[in-house]
Nanobody, 124 residues
Framework: QVQLVESGGGLVQAGGSLRLSCATSGGVFSIGWFRQAPGKEREFVASITRGGSRTAYADAVKGRFTISRDNAKRTVYLQMNNLKPTDTANYYC????????????????????WGQGTQVTVSS
């Protein structure tokens, strides 16, 4: 059974850091991180392939966020540095369920199992 559970969210001041975790069960998958702010659509943040050899980032987080994984622990991480108030959102991890390439992998429809989300709030 596929399950994803996020943790690590919280309240942090602008310029601070947080590390989100996505604990998975049911296999090893390509994983994406997404976020959704109130009144906005869910948007792609970062993704990583099963083996961890390929990663991708949204322009808004490049150079500040790093996605990584530890397959022995079945966990995917999102290290977020130099956080900004505009990063405030509920963050979700999801399993990529469909083949895709390039920016096609930014589409939420390519992901089939989702966690419950973890809230990140960045104060100014």
């Amino acid at each position: 059974q596929v399950q994803l559970v996020e943790s690590g969210g919280g309240l942090v001041q602008a310029g601070g850091s947080l590390r989100l975790s996505c604990a998975t069960s049911g296999g090893v998958f390509s994983i994406g991180w997404f976020r959704q702010a109130p009144g906005k659509e869910r948007e792609f943040v970062a993704s990583i392939t099963r083996g961890g050899s390929r990663t991708a980032y949204a322009d808004a987080v490049k150079g500040r966020f790093t996605i990584s994984r530890d397959n022995a622990k079945r966990t995917v991480y999102l290290q977020m540095n130099n956080l900004k108030p505009t990063d405030t959102a509920n963050y979700y991890c999801a399993r990529r369920g469909s083949a895709c390439s390039g920016e096609g992998c930014y589409d939420v429809s390519k992901y089939d199992y989702w966690g419950q989300g973890t809230q990140v709030t960045v104060s100014s």
